[in-house]
């Protein structure tokens, strides 16, 4: 069972819906990454969480430290919002690693 | 312009020849890592280096070596290359850890025969 649990695996959409993404994780962490991956590989980091929520653009990202649940959402989607989504927690401590779930491919249709 | 920059961006080899993929990031970080993507597994973390001649394995070591003898740069060596070594492979740095942004290269599609 992988540490970072992310659901779903894959999520169609129709333009201009909301959408949401969700990450579970297993023990207590130091922060909460949210990455994007558009088809032809590249990467980029999207958001870096350790508490609360932040918002950037149509784009929104929420952690409960409680629940060790963190959640992405996407208001009004485009087509240009598909992309696979990345969670990655960070645990810190004497382990500097960086977990990740295995994505969940979003596809927004016009 | 901030970047990380790895080379090459595809590399096809063979069993048992060594390869060398360097990254190299122009952002002063301290932390720097390597991954490697599978379909079905994700991303998963080969190499992490904390400062310079400061490197600690990841989750999937095994058959890779690093060194990181200059902040900037820190390659990825496969002594002796073998399929399942085939993978698209992302170098990262961030400032400080984990607990900051991560800044991905473009990433290396490496096919072992």
């Known amino acids: 069972k992988n540490e970072v649990e992310q659901s779903p695996q894959n999520l169609t959409a129709q333009e201009g819906e909301f959408i949401t993404i969700n990450c579970s994780y297993s023990?207590?962490?130091?922060?909460l990454h949210w990455l994007q991956q558009h088809p032809g590989g590249g990467i980029v980091s999207l958001f870096m969480?350790?508490?609360g929520k932040k918002k950037h653009g149509r784009l929104i990202a929420t952690i409960n430290i409680q629940e060790k649940h963190s959640s992405l959402h996407i208001t009004a989607s485009h087509p240009r919002d598909s992309a696979v989504y990345i969670c990655?927690?960070?645990?810190?401590?004497?382990?500097?690693?960086?977990?990740f779930g295995t994505g969940t491919l979003l596809a927004v249709q016009p | 312009e901030a970047q990380v920059t790895q080379n090459p961006r595809y590399l096809i080899t063979v069993t048992g020849k060594k390869l060398t993929v360097t990254c190299s990031q122009n952002?002063?970080?301290?932390?720097m890592s390597w991954y490697r993507q599978d379909p079905g597994l994700g991303l998963r973390q080969i190499y992490y280096?904390?400062?310079?001649?400061?490197?600690d394995k990841g989750d999937v070591p095994e058959g890779y070596k690093v060194s990181r003898k200059e902040k900037r740069n820190f390659p990825l060596i496969l002594e002796s290359p073998s399929p399942n070594q085939t993978s698209l492979y992302f170098c990262?740095?961030?400032?400080?850890?984990?607990?900051?942004?991560?800044?991905f290269g473009p990433g290396t599609r490496l096919t072992v025969t």
């Open positions: 990655a927690v960070f645990y810190g401590g004497a382990t500097n690693k960086l977990i």
């Open positions: 280096s904390m400062n310079v001649e400061v490197t």
């Open positions: 952002m002063n970080h301290e932390y």
């Open positions: 023990v207590g962490i130091s922060a």
């Open positions: 969480l350790s508490s």
């Open positions: 990262a740095s961030s400032y400080n850890s984990g607990a900051y942004e991560q800044y």
